[in-house]
């Protein structure tokens, strides 16, 4: 029996979830959506013959939706995760789980005092084949205990409307993320330097940012945000252990030797990149709902990642090193 899924958001990134669930991925189908943007939400509907609702709160309450998929406007993701969890309903939201540390607390509250886990934050990354790859080898001990991680994060070009703030709370998430989950350990500082801004940053856009982190055992993180690098979207991570290093490796590709060049095609945008990740993502999502449980990062993930967001941001603002304190994980989360 398949999955009956709501979807709450129809832009870019809510669009491409509509059409996995559909062609891609198995045991699931969409069954409602909504958007602000009524005209490309109708479409959509009538496109995938689902039901159009106003409202995002419509869709959580639906008889006919047995899980949602938040992929709305980062603001109205808090609202939209509780609304689930008061109906009783597994959701898949997109980073960020909220845009406060204070909305995550509230989030993981309500599901505390629910008894039951429903949450699942849409870090990608941890599906991803490569990343996978290092997270074995970095447990198998085959270079000694982790030192130092070299991280690169770039876009080609920023998103609309794309701000200073954004670069860490919408891009390096992704690695804050990722990066705690590959070493199974917390935050202890940041710290963040500006660089020589690009001439091709608009709109007063900060641009590079340079992220460093601290963690608990001493493990040193540099993590480069460049959103305007202009040649592609280049994700980087370099793992330095005591006895050796490990690379994520870059993702399948031709290689090419013509015209005196060997050469291979860098991905110009995240979706291409992440595709198979975003694939194994919603499988395991839909097949974990099945069995009744959340089968990736929660809502503590989430609220860990916001707290070390806003630490970031806090210690780009003030210029100083910040300490980050992170609560004491609830049982409920499993550690």
């Known amino acids: 029996m398949n999955l009956r899924i709501g979807v709450i958001g129809t832009g870019a990134i809510g669009e491409d979830h509509i059409r996995r669930i559909t062609n891609v991925i198995t045991g699931a189908r969409v069954v409602a959506l909504s958007d602000l943007n009524v005209n490309r939400a109708k479409n959509l509907a009538k496109k995938y013959d689902v039901k159009f609702y106003v409202t995002g709160e419509e869709v959580i309450e639906a008889a006919e939706v047995d899980a949602v998929v938040i992929a709305s406007w980062d603001p109205t993701h808090a609202q939209y995760v509780a609304a689930s969890i008061k109906a009783g309903k597994f959701v898949l939201c997109e980073k960020p789980l909220a845009t406060s540390k204070e909305d995550c607390k509230r989030i993981v509250e309500a599901e505390l005092a629910g008894g039951k886990q429903l949450v699942q934050v849409g870090f990608m990354r941890r599906f991803d084949s490569g990343y996978r790859?290092?997270?074995?080898?970095?447990?198998?001990?085959?270079?000694?205990?982790?030192?130092?991680?070299?991280?690169?994060?770039?876009?080609?070009?920023?998103?609309?409307?794309?701000?200073?703030?954004?670069?860490?709370?919408?891009?390096?998430?992704?690695?804050?993320?990722?990066?705690?989950?590959?070493?199974?350990?917390?935050?202890?500082?940041?710290?963040?330097?500006?660089?020589?801004?690009?001439?091709?940053?608009?709109?007063?856009?900060?641009?590079?940012?340079?992220?460093?982190?601290?963690?608990?055992?001493?493990?040193?993180?540099?993590?480069?945000?460049?959103?305007?690098?202009?040649?592609?979207?280049?994700?980087?991570?370099?793992?330095?252990?005591?006895?050796?290093?490990?690379?994520?490796?870059?993702?399948?590709?031709?290689?090419?030797?013509?015209?005196?060049?060997?050469?291979?095609?860098?991905?110009?945008?995240?979706?291409?990149?992440?595709?198979?990740?975003?694939?194994?993502?919603?499988?395991?999502?839909?097949?974990?709902?099945?069995?009744?449980?959340?089968?990736?990062?929660?809502?503590?993930?989430?609220?860990?990642?916001?707290?070390?967001?806003?630490?970031?941001?806090?210690?780009?603002?003030?210029?100083?090193?910040?300490?980050?304190?992170?609560?004491?994980?609830?049982a409920f989360y499993g550690r």
């Open 133 to 330: 790859q290092l997270k074995a080898c970095i447990e198998s001990g085959e270079i000694g205990n982790p030192l130092m991680l070299h991280c690169v994060h770039r876009n080609p070009t920023p998103g609309p409307k794309h701000t200073t703030e954004m670069s860490i709370k919408n891009s390096v998430i992704h690695e804050i993320d990722v990066l705690r989950w590959l070493l199974g350990e917390d935050f202890k500082t940041a710290q963040v330097l500006l660089p020589k801004s690009s001439s091709l940053a608009e709109n007063g856009l900060r641009d590079p940012q340079i992220v460093l982190l601290e963690t608990q055992s001493g493990v040193r993180i540099d993590i480069e945000s460049f959103v305007s690098c202009q040649y592609g979207y280049d994700v980087q991570c370099e793992v330095v252990g005591e006895t050796g290093t490990i690379r994520l490796p870059d993702p399948a590709a031709v290689v090419m030797r013509s015209h005196g060049k060997l050469s291979y095609e860098i991905f110009s945008d995240w979706s291409d990149r992440f595709v198979e990740a975003y694939n194994i993502e919603f499988q395991q999502w839909v097949d974990g709902v099945k069995l009744g449980v959340v089968a990736g990062p929660t809502a503590w993930d989430g609220y860990a990642a916001c707290i070390t967001a806003d630490a970031c941001t806090e210690a780009r603002e003030k210029g100083t090193i910040v300490p980050i304190t992170m609560p004491q994980c609830s």
